[in-house]
């Protein structure tokens, strides 16, 4: 059972930064593909990105292509997302989660964490 804790959100203003972070404990999970989504008030939860097991491809929400990028370091079991260009529609709950691709949708694999919170002020 992997385990993932997200954390580095917060409040930020438009135009602005932050990185998040999924670490993971338990089995490592760079056996398998890593997502985030997020899920803002009121909303459904959407895919935003993934990268694959070694890192080598990544995949983006066209809503976030060009303005978030995501990595992941292997041997520290952990999983980034840098987010620039921030706007005041990115405010959600960021989870991430192990996932794979199915058809064209990507699919998370076990259960939610926590999630950590980012607030972009206009």
């Known amino acids: 059972q992997v385990q993932l804790v997200e954390s580095g959100g917060g409040l930020v203003q438009a135009g602005g930064s932050l990185r998040l972070s999924c670490a993971a404990s338990?089995?490592?999970?760079?056996?398998?593909?890593t997502a985030w989504f997020r899920q803002a008030p009121g909303k459904e939860r959407e895919f935003v990105t993934a990268?694959?097991?070694?890192?080598?491809?990544?995949y983006y929400a066209d809503s976030v292509k060009g303005r978030f990028t995501i990595s992941r370091d292997i041997a520290k079991n952990t999983v980034y997302l840098q987010m620039s260009s921030l706007k005041p529609e990115d405010t959600a709950v960021y989870y991430c989660?192990?996932?794979?691709?199915?058809?064209?949708?990507?699919?998370?694999?076990?259960?939610w964490g926590q999630g950590t919170q980012v607030i972009v002020s206009s």
């Open positions: 990268i694959s097991r070694s890192g080598s491809s990544t």
């Open positions: 338990g089995r490592t999970f760079s056996n398998y593909a």
């Open positions: 989660t192990a996932t794979k691709l199915l058809g064209t949708t990507w699919s998370p694999l076990g259960s």
